[in-house]
């Protein structure tokens, strides 16, 4: 008779497992610093009205320098979501403030900096029967490597994709933020892909700006309407994402003719949904010495570097997606 239960358990475990991720869809947890300036917001928001094509686990954050302390990222990945029609249906973690140096050795605690989310991550991951879970970074590693770091049994459960460096070249926002955790996932076996930012280069994702007429031409007005307003982060009221959006790039320091900025996380969430929107090959690992990139020949790890994005065919599907929408479905 327990034999039989144990079996029956079992069963609905695994049928369970099943109906939460759904046939062809990508299961995905999205980790960002959605307070740092105005790629987070668009990719966040591409990502939940790419409900056809993703599966979301849940939103995890952290804090990197220029966005303020976790509770400032927390609050602006609300925002979107609220701002997608998706408030209190989208699961939304608080993450690492601080590095991994710092917390690394406080993993095997109850309550860390950052257990949340780094415990989630871990939950989620051995969730996961049907395909590896995709863990989407668009900001620092560090909630990454303390979830290998407290469980490297996930190491063959989880896709990496991240969006950092400007790798074969030193130096990028991501990346500095926290050197140590990105060598760390270096050094493991966890599938690792470095979607490229270069900027100033055309072969990254620096190249796939937005100006600043263009955002109001393509945005205004675009997505749900949502009700209450949502209180940006800028002291006004929005109904809409694409209205807030428009008001992010009226409010933050923008380049070249016509006056531009890049969405690099948003193209990070791109080449996932279709890997045909950039170039991808793979690579030795290399490592970041005193912030120089160190190639290591001899090494058998291997990882993806994405490139040569095709910013006309991202940006098109960006501005079709805030134009007729699939909210992803929500989790329990």
Known sequence: ??????????????????????????????DTDANNELDDQHALAYLLFNGQTFDLAGVTVNATYNGGDIQGHYDEADR?????????????????NGSFTAIRSQVRASRFDGSE????????????????????AVGKL?????????????????????????????????QDNDTTAMNYV?????????????YGKPSGTDAVKVSVDEARRRMTGKGP??????????????NHFGDYAVNLFEHIETHGN????????????AIVK?????????????????????????????????EHFDKDKILADFYQVLENYRLVDARP
Request: net charge positive.
């Open 186 to 198: 270096l050094n493991t076996r966890v599938p690792f892909e470095m979607v490229t930012v270069r």
């Open 80 to 96: 979107v979501i609220r701002l997608c029609n998706l408030a209190g249906k989208v699961k939304l973690l608080k993450g690492a």
């Open 142 to 174: 560090t909630n990454v490597a303390l979830a290998l770091e407290k469980d490297p049994s996930i190491t063959d459960k989880i896709r990496v994709v991240w969006l950092g460096s400007n790798y074969p070249e030193p130096g990028e926002y991501n």
């Open 1 to 30: 008779m327990l034999r039989l239960v144990s079996l029956l358990f079992l069963l609905f475990t695994v049928l369970a497992s099943a109906i939460a991720q759904p046939a062809g869809k990508k299961r995905v947890i999205f």
């Open 258 to 269: 016509p006056p531009s900025r890049a969405l690099f996380d948003m193209a990070a969430v």
């Open 117 to 136: 989310a780094v415990d989630f991550i871990i939950r989620e991951a051995r969730a996961s029967t049907r395909q590896p879970l995709i863990v989407l």
């Open 274 to 306: 279709n890997p045909n929107w950039a170039k991808a090959h793979r690579h030795t690992a290399p490592v970041l010495v005193k912030n120089r990139w160190v190639e290591r020949p001899g090494n058998p790890r291997q990882i993806l570097v994405w």
């Open 225 to 238: 309407r949502v009700s209450p307003a949502v209180m940006g982060r800028h002291g006004k009221a929005f």
